[in-house]
């Protein structure tokens, strides 16, 4: 029903910026909230912030608040997320997912998910 490709990942250094997108498809997917998380060698996936199609008020969480900003562009079906001040301890593989409960933090609750990109900020 929903298909979503990541990309925009890289190798940057620490206080820089990067763009990454999420490109959504299927006839339905506009039902589903999105979400971005991430995920560090060793660790758990993590929410990092989550938008609805509809009304586009974003969440996130608070690590990032301040910092990353997620927003949805219907024309393009595609969802962003936008990172400044980037830090080390931001370098993870980004996910997209796509969520039937709106704003959710668990990943138990995203049933699609994208393959992910990579994101290293060196210090």
């Known amino acids: 029903q929903v298909q979503l490709v990541e990309s925009g990942g890289g190798l940057v250094q620490a206080d820089t910026s990067l763009m990454l997108s999420c490109v959504a498809s299927?006839?339905?997917?506009?039902?589903?909230?999105m979400g971005w998380f991430r995920q560090a060698p060793g660790k758990e996936r993590e929410f990092v912030a989550s938008i609805n199609w509809n009304n586009g008020y974003p969440v996130y969480s608070d690590s990032v608040k301040g910092r990353f900003t997620i927003s949805a562009d219907s024309a393009k079906n595609t969802v962003y997320l936008q990172m400044t001040s980037l830090k080390p301890e931001d370098t993870a593989v980004y996910y997209c997912?796509?969520?039937?409960?709106?704003?959710?933090?668990?990943?138990?609750?995203?049933?699609?998910w994208g393959q992910g990109t990579q994101v290293t900020v060196s210090s």
């Open positions: 997912g796509a969520t039937v409960s709106s704003y959710s933090r668990s990943r138990r609750d995203y049933g699609f």
């Open positions: 299927g006839r339905t997917f506009r039902r589903y909230g």
